[in-house]
């Protein structure tokens, strides 16, 4: 069950502290994404990456930073400004980005706490 | 932007009944309208999506419906099984309109399919 993998799948943070959540893909695919699941809100997308080495704001940017220095990695860092982020994160990724509606494949996860 | 509501949040169900699920959008522009199921555990997965060009799609037991002039789209599941139990997200997006494949999700609804 390749393809997409998150690390860890669980995680805790302590308060001010920064932590970043793994996404390595071993698809080709050029665009990746990170959601936010929280229960009964579906999933809000964070930031996403069309290409190497560029990324925009999703809705929901602000106390996140990613970078995408490689085409199969794009770390998320949740930083201390983010004040609730105890949530369920999800990595995707896509063929392309770009004015396309493709499939997503998403990673298994990973479950951030507050200690 | 857009804004995508899913109902019901939960569904419980007979074995072998239809389960229907239902969303709406926002924006009269969206073009293109996936669901996705999550197993309990398991990352999102693509089971059917539908473009605005045609009224339903089919796929054995699911099938999709679009109503664009209601703006509202349905996720239709017939003789149910155990394994339809799952949370199912809808989406929606406009490619022409937002680059990066950018998708706005419903809430979920969580389906539970009693033998």
């Known amino acids: 069950d390749g393809g997409i993998t998150q690390s860890p799948k669980y995680l805790f943070r302590k308060e001010g502290q920064n932590v970043t959540l793994s996404c390595e893909q071993n698809?080709?695919?050029?665009?990746m994404y990170w959601y936010r699941q929280d229960p009964g809100q579906g999933l809000r997308l964070i930031y996403y990456?069309?290409?190497?080495?560029?990324?925009q704001k999703g809705d929901i940017a602000e106390g996140y930073s990613v970078s995408r220095e490689k085409k199969e990695s794009f770390p998320l860092t949740v930083t201390s400004a983010q004040k609730n982020p105890t949530a369920f994160y999800l990595c995707?990724?896509?063929?392309?980005?770009?004015?396309?509606?493709?499939?997503?494949?998403f990673g298994s996860g990973t479950q951030l706490s507050v200690l | 932007g857009e804004n995508v509501e899913q109902h019901p949040s939960t569904l419980s169900v007979q074995e072998g009944d239809s389960a229907v699920i239902k969303c709406t959008y926002s924006?009269?522009?969206?073009?293109?309208f996936p669901w996705y199921k999550q197993e309990l555990g398991k990352r999102p997965q693509l089971i059917i999506d539908?473009?605005?060009?045609?009224g339903e799609k089919k796929d054995q037991r699911i099938a999709v419906t679009l109503n664009k002039t209601a703006k509202h789209f349905s996720l239709h599941i017939t003789e149910t099984q155990p394994e339809d139990s799952a949370v199912y997200f809808c989406?929606?997006?406009?490619?022409?309109?937002?680059?990066?494949?950018?998708?706005?999700f419903g809430g979920g609804t969580r389906v539970l399919v009693k033998p």
């Open positions: 995707a990724s896509s063929i392309q980005g770009g004015n396309t509606n493709e499939k997503l494949f």
């Open positions: 698809l080709n695919h050029d665009a």
């Open positions: 990456s069309q290409i190497v080495n560029d990324f």
């Open positions: 924006d009269s522009a969206s073009n293109y």
């Open positions: 539908i473009r605005s060009n045609v």
């Open positions: 989406a929606a997006s406009n490619a022409a309109k937002a680059a990066g494949n950018k998708l706005t």
